[in-house]
């Protein structure tokens, strides 16, 4: 099968988007870096996506009124109209958008939001079940009443990702400056949003209504108490963003009556048909072509004999990337450090010296985390620390096997001190495996049961979670299409000289079967 050329792909993309009035290449413009930002591109509007905000509802009429037909359900997007913007924010962040551009968010005063959040993930689409063995484990239930909710709030958020997900404050997605968009609008005022995407783009067509499922609850009757933790978890978002939380009338009219230049007649069709069509091959073949990493920092993650020191070697062949290898997985340790510090805070009356627990309130985890990324950064890259050149680093660690009952909250913790982070699941034949002198202590047929049990945790975070990417050792040797797939999903090229130079070199131990010798073109003969 053939496979579109790259340097051909950004060029017809480039052209497109040379068409629309606004859109140019990276240059003195403003660059679309924020994750959740999305372009209207037929009304010239950015639109920054949060959670429990009309956010799917907005998406639909995005793409309806760019396309003028309906979103239709595609197997290959995992999270419907999410999955699929999320693949458009991957092509199109790549380029900026000038100042003409009218930028808008939506927001939701945070106790409404996260009283939606109970009702449509925990109650009616029941993420919690997601995350049914890590709560058993602590003592949660999976569908907790709204006290019980409420109450273990911090807890049920670092066990869920979805809940994690959909409660995390505005600030995480629009960031602190309201100054940065031209029309901030209150959840309740949709049609004032409608309003300004009909007259900008002449498309007339109602607001679809999603994601509302879920019983009532009386915000009025929510207790004091639930009320003052509520307000301490979104202060930054009360203390930002608090004045939007009612009407935005007067900023609403300004946008209203500002001019706007309509684009072209067919230009933005013209770039929605090479947008589209790139997606497509993403999905296809994962090969469009951002010429940049798209994670700063990747971790390997794997156990013994499993080929994961050459995959080290495949990584660090990328330009910019520095890839450490084992570390007696120290990180785990720092990671058990930081939960000592969350259950240690949860002491009450710790501030007199009379107390066992005297200053555990003083514990500050975000400090830690704070000045854990540092470290990291710093032990890692070490002797490489001035090399401007390094934009991504990481390390390989196959002491998985005896942590696999945290494993789920050791990946969320790595996300905290890895910058954007990328998690490459390396397997192998069980059979080659066990026969390892590695493992000459374990019994074989528990080993793999032990081993199949993490590699279903590999599994499930894979097709949960875009940061996780699976490849086996045998797809690594034979230079599988699973191997360019992976360089596709890091975001850089794949080129198969510097793939070849690094296949030839014996990797961790020197090999002594004939038949693996035979692929390192550059091992020894003498060596014994």
């Known amino acids: 099968m053939a496979y579109p050329n790259s340097r051909q792909n950004i060029q017809e993309i480039h052209d497109a988007f040379s068409l629309v009035e606004g859109v140019k290449p990276r240059g003195d413009y403003l660059y679309a870096e924020r994750q959740q930002l999305i372009p209207l591109f037929k009304a010239k509007i950015l639109y920054t996506s949060i959670p429990k905000t009309a956010c799917t509802s907005i998406k639909h009429l ?16 995992v999270s419907g109209i999410h999955g699929f913007y999320q693949t458009w924010r991957e092509i199109t962040t790549n380029y900026v958008y000038s100042d003409n551009w009218l930028k808008v968010l939506i927001v939701r005063e945070p106790l409404q939001r996260l009283v939606s959040c109970y009702k449509n993930r925990v109650l009616f689409h029941k993420d919690l079940l997601k995350s049914a063995d890590r709560l058993s484990k602590v003592g949660l239930p999976v569908n907790p009443s709204w006290e019980v909710f409420i109450d273990n709030f ?25 100054n940065f968009y031209d029309l901030i609008l209150n959840i309740s005022e949709l049609d004032k949003l409608l309003s300004v995407v009909s007259d900008r783009s002449h498309c007339h067509i109602e607001m679809p209504h999603k994601q509302i499922g879920g019983s009532e609850i009386d915000i009025g009757k929510i207790s004091e108490k639930a009320k003052e933790k509520i307000h301490r978890f979104y202060a930054k978002d009360y203390d930002i ?42 999905h296809n073949y ?25 995959l080290q070697g495949i990584l660090n062949s990328i330009d910019g990337c520095l890839i450490r290898g084992e570390n007696n997985n120290f990180c785990f340790h720092l990671f058990k450090s930081y939960n000592a510090i969350v259950t240690t805070k949860e002491h009450k009356n710790t501030n007199s010296t009379t107390n066992a627990w005297y200053g555990a309130s003083l514990l500050d985890e975000k400090k830690f985390i704070h000045q854990t990324k540092n470290l990291i950064k710093e032990f890692l890259l070490a002797d490489k620390i001035s090399d401007k050149n390094i934009t991504c680093y990481g390390f390989k660690e196959i002491r998985y096997l005896n942590e696999m009952d945290s494993f789920f909250e050791y990946l969320e913790f790595l996300k905290k001190i890895f910058p954007k982070v ?8 069980l059979d080659d495996v066990v026969k390892s002198a590695w493992f000459a202590k374990e019994e074989p047929e528990e080993l793999k049961k032990r081993i199949l049990k993490l590699e279903s945790l590999f599994a499930e975070y894979c097709g949960r979670y875009e940061n996780g990417f699976h490849i086996t050792y045998e797809e690594v040797v034979s230079k599988s299409r699973k191997l360019e797939e992976m360089f596709m999903f890091l975001g850089v090229k794949y080129e198969p000289e510097k793939i070849d130079h690094v296949l030839s070199l014996p990797h961790s131990y020197a090999p002594t079967q004939e038949h693996v010798k035979g692929l390192f073109k550059n091992f020894p003969k003498s060596r014994s």
């Open 154 to 178: 911090e807890r049920y958020r670092s066990l869920s990702q979805s809940i994690n997900h959909h409660s995390a404050p505005i600030v995480d997605f629009a960031g602190d400056n309201p």
């Open 62 to 77: 995005i793409f309806e009124c760019e396309r003028g037909t309906p979103y239709v359900e595609k197997k290959k997007f």
């Open 241 to 282: 963003y608090s004045k939007y939380f009612g009407s935005a009338s007067q900023d609403f009219m300004k946008v209203k009556n500002r001019a706007f230049k309509q684009p072209a007649q067919g230009h933005p069709q013209s770039l929605l048909k090479h947008l589209d069509s790139q997606q497509e091959s993403y």
């Open 286 to 310: 994962h090969d469009v072509l951002p010429k940049h990493l798209l994670f700063q920092s990747i971790l390997i993650i794997t156990y013994g004999r499993s080929g994961s020191t050459l």
């Open 422 to 429: 990328a998690y490459i699941f390396n397997t192998r034949n």
